[in-house]
């Protein structure tokens, strides 16, 4: 167990002489603290320096400003050994021409038997040699035991599956008992079965050994069932660090909820009327913008921000989009709608079941209306703004209707003025 | 009788058996240009060897008789063949182990650093790319009793002038001196692409394993990993060995002084074509043909087992 701090890293790749796009910093300072045990899970698109940061985190790469620190301590000057965190690599990086059990007790091996003790046949004559690796194999018997690979220790990684060689890549990161566990994308190679399965298995080991996970994954599903918080990056900074049921109903930026979600969230422009209500497409949400902000700004819907509702007359429903079915996907306990907007063309994914969606076929048409209290609004470059809910108005109603009622509401005052 | 069975049998089954000789048919036609070729250029002459180190034939002569063994009882008592043999063993004693050591470390420097990699890959390579004969001359500039460079060296030194080529002694050991200079720069290239083909996640991992000093990560990462590259390099570099030996002892010392640099293959040649003795030089060639298929079968059958991991 152990705190991680990182503090305004900054990493550029290439040399200084070569400014250029191919220059420019993967790391722009970016700060995190990590607590005593936590499964922190860095996520984001490829490319967006996650990976950079946890080999910095490691030692391997160095960064060119900024400071890691592992409980406490700068281990910026520390050797990858030094600093006692292990790591699982993508591609496992087990040396395949060692067996399992060889693989596990390699990095005991090296700690505790000086090197003339690692010296084969002359390293077994030398005093403690044999009373050390007596006591590795037992340790690494116990690794093996917990991950049920004990019936594997002979074999070489080549003769093993994927994700057996993914179980000797943690039995290997284990056996030492490090402060901090550093993953590196480890189910990537995985097929989508076994990912879920190892998924499960890799909280359940976060749990049992109450060690510091750091996580890597451009797997949005992997960050968001696994984490304690997440940390949400693109473009070489974090855009939020957060549990990840917050990332998901509560995120900061557009791109963050982009990228958190499947399927992705629905995002339809809108505009800021002079009485600060959100018009989106022909409707106006019961929703109060304060501040100066642009007139364009974004509104997002998930996919379930939507009451869906069958179209038995057109104009039946005021304050209702008409949209026609265009896809269905069913998934078995949910099922999911592509459907496009009749006006506009403006396509959505909408999350449905199957008593719901029992009568739409492709063609079908339905309507559709935003759940407001749902509604996630962003301005022009993305930030988060988070308008009051206007819950003594109307609800949800036709532009056209609101724009009436305040042109009634002006002629009222008008002849008012001209009453008085 | 199998007609009566092939008529009787049910047509689909028919119908198998003829697709089955049609594939037949097709395998054989596709290969049998490469099998022609390899019976007209690889196994006939073989085959003609064999037969010929079993007569007295003398190139050129219009009669030949059925020695048996003779020639092979004539070699066992052949002083110039054991000298012959054992210099050859000398000489791929010293180039193989030398050029294959040498090249892993010009490769391991030159992959170390960056800067002048192309210039040092190709200064290593200009041996391998060059023409045996010009380089030989520019060899014996160097090596020349009187104003050769490699004298001059030695000489400030305090030792005395030496007739590298000329003295028995040390004929045979410059000879190979000069055939690891020139068999190093392919063994280098060989293993740079091996090296390359390492993966960089091993040494990461090594790194946190804690094998991070450069004779650990050498130990437990590149030396292992360069297993299958180790094997081909070496298996060429002796075959290589046998034939380069030739071209330098033709071009630098004819065999001597005093058949102190005579090797397989120019003794071959010099029974061949100086003496005419095709009967005894076929034989001979024999016992060469022997040690390059020791060689291939060590590479497939041996070797190859336990250094693939895949």
Not at chain 1, 313 to 320: I, K, L, M
Request: glycine residues 8%; proline residues 5%; charged residues 15%.
């Amino acid at each position: 167990m152990a705190t991680v701090g990182i503090s305004d890293i900054v990493k550029r790749f290439g040399t200084a002489a070569k400014a250029g796009p191919e220059n420019a910093a993967v790391l722009k300072g970016v700060s995190l603290d990590i607590a005593h045990g936590e499964f922190l899970t860095l996520v984001g698109p490829s490319g967006c320096g996650k990976s950079t940061l946890l080999r910095i985190i490691a030692g391997l790469e160095f960064a060119d400003q900024g400071s890691i620190s592992i409980d406490g301590i700068a281990v910026d000057a520390q050797a990858p050994k030094q600093r006692d965190v292990a790591m699982v690599f993508q591609s496992y990086a087990l040396y395949p021409y060692m067996t399992v059990a060889q693989n596990i007790g390699l990095p005991l091996t090296m700690r505790r038997l000086t090197a003339a003790q690692r010296l084969p046949l002359i390293g077994n004559l030398l005093p403690g040699t044999r009373a050390a690796k007596t006591a590795i194999d037992a340790e690494l018997q116990q690794v093996a035991a917990s991950l049920d690979i004990t019936h594997l220790l002979a074999r070489k990684p080549s003769q093993l599956s994927g994700g057996q060689r993914q179980r000797v890549a943690l039995g290997r990161a284990m056996v030492r008992q490090p402060k901090v566990f550093l993953m590196d994308e480890p189910l990537s190679n995985l097929d989508a079965k076994l990912r879920v399965q190892m998924r499960a298995e890799i909280a359940e080991l976060h749990r049992r050994l109450k060690a510091t996970f750091i996580y890597v994954t451009h797997d949005q599903a992997e960050a968001m069932t696994m984490s304690d918080r997440v940390a949400v990056m693109q473009h070489g900074e974090i855009l939020q660090v957060a549990p990840p049921a917050v990332v998901y109903r509560d995120p900061a930026t557009l791109a963050v909820a982009e990228f958190i979600g499947s399927p992705k969230i629905n995002v339809l422009p809108a505009s800021l009327r002079s009485d600060r209500s959100v018009e989106v497409l022909g409707l106006v949400l019961p929703l109060r913008l304060a501040g100066n902000i642009g007139s364009q700004i974004h509104l997002g819907l998930r996919a379930e921000a939507f009451d869906i509702l069958p179209v038995a007359r057109p104009h039946a429903h005021p304050g209702v989009w008409r949209a026609q079915v265009t896809h269905r996907e069913d998934l078995g306990a949910e099922l999911f709608l592509h459907v496009q907007l009749d006006d506009g063309g403006h396509r959505l994914v909408l999350r449905s079941h199957h008593a719901e969606a029992a009568s739409l076929v492709v063609g079908s048409p339905l309507g559709l209306r935003p759940k407001p209290d749902q509604a996630l609004l962003f301005d022009a470059d993305g930030r988060r703004l988070r308008p009051a809910l206007d819950i003594a108005g109307d609800g949800i109603v036709l532009a056209w209707d609101a724009a009436t009622a305040e042109a009634r509401q002006a002629g009222m005052a008008q002849s008012g003025a001209v009453r008085v | 009788m199998s007609d009566a069975v092939l008529a009787a049998a049910p047509p689909a089954t028919r119908r198998r058996h003829a697709g089955a000789l049609a594939e037949a048919v097709t395998a054989w036609s596709l290969a049998l240009p490469a099998t022609l070729l390899m019976i007209l250029l690889l196994l006939g002459p073989a085959f003609g060897a064999i037969i010929l180190a079993l007569t007295d034939w003398q190139f050129g002569a219009a009669t030949l008789n059925w020695i048996g063994l003779g020639n092979f009882i004539e070699m066992a008592g052949d002083r110039v063949f054991w000298r012959s043999l054992g210099n050859t063993l000398i000489y791929i004693g010293l180039v193989v182990p030398l050029a294959v050591l040498l090249g892993l470390g010009a490769a391991l420097l030159i992959e170390a650093e960056s800067a002048g990699r192309a210039f040092y890959r190709a200064a290593f390579f200009l041996p391998v790319a060059s023409t045996l004969l010009a380089m030989a001359i520019v060899w014996e500039f160097l090596l020349h009793p009187s104003f050769g460079l490699v004298n001059r060296v030695v000489e400030a030194f305090g030792i005395s002038a030496i007739d590298w080529l000329k003295n028995p002694a040390t004929a045979l050991p410059t000879v190979a001196a000069i055939g690891i200079w020139k068999a190093l720069g392919l063994n280098m290239v060989l293993f740079m692409a091996g090296l390359k083909a390492i993966p960089q996640d091993l040494y990461d991992a090594a790194a946190i394993d804690g094998a991070d000093t450069a004779w650990e990560k050498f130990r437990r990462v590149t030396w292992p990993m360069l297993g299958p590259t180790l094997m081909f390099v070496l298996v060429i570099s002796a075959i290589r060995g046998f034939q380069e030996s030739f071209d330098l002892v033709a071009v630098l010392t004819q065999g001597g002084p005093n058949k102190a640099t005579e090797v397989l293959l120019y003794t071959i040649y010099q029974e061949g074509f100086s003496f005419f003795r095709s009967g005894y030089a076929a034989a001979l060639t024999l016992i060469f043909l022997a040690f390059v298929l020791v060689l291939t079968l060590l590479q497939a059958r041996v070797l190859d087992k336990r250094v693939h991991y895949g």
